[in-house]
């Protein structure tokens, strides 16, 4: 069984930075993209960075220069630097991972539980 846990939410006043961490565990064979989702209140799901087994990152527009993502293959560790933080960032942040287990089964269906990240003065 594969689990993805996060940690680091809080709440932090605009302008502000937080770090998020993401740790997979379990019966894992490796761990190929890695991504963070967030999904504000009344809002869908959305997608906010992306990296590659080989670090090739991928941000939203609405992030782009101000988080950055990064992992730890060594400690199947993903996360997520967050910085000049705004009130819409407001929401929860999933962690999401497309994983081959010790059976060999991949899927790209593994989410954490979520961190509440809430900006405001």
């Known amino acids: 069984q594969v689990q993805l846990v996060e940690s680091g939410g809080g709440l932090v006043q605009p302008g502000g930075s937080l770090s998020l961490s993401c740790v997979a565990s379990?019966?894992?064979?490796?761990?190929?993209?890695m991504g963070w989702y967030r999904q504000a209140p009344g809002k869908q799901r959305e997608s906010v960075a992306h990296?590659?087994?080989?670090?090739?990152?991928y941000y939203a527009d609405s992030v782009k220069g101000r988080f950055t993502i990064s992992r730890d293959n060594a400690k199947n560790t993903l996360y997520l630097q967050m910085n000049s933080l705004k009130p819409e960032d407001t929401a929860v942040y999933y962690c999401?991972?497309?994983?081959?287990?010790?059976?060999?089964?991949?899927?790209?269906?593994?989410w954490g539980q979520g961190t509440q990240v809430t900006v405001s003065p």
């Open positions: 379990g019966s894992i064979f490796s761990i190929n993209e």
């Open positions: 999401n991972g497309d994983i081959i287990d010790l059976r060999g089964w991949r899927s790209s269906g593994y």
């Open positions: 990296i590659t087994s080989a670090g090739t990152t």
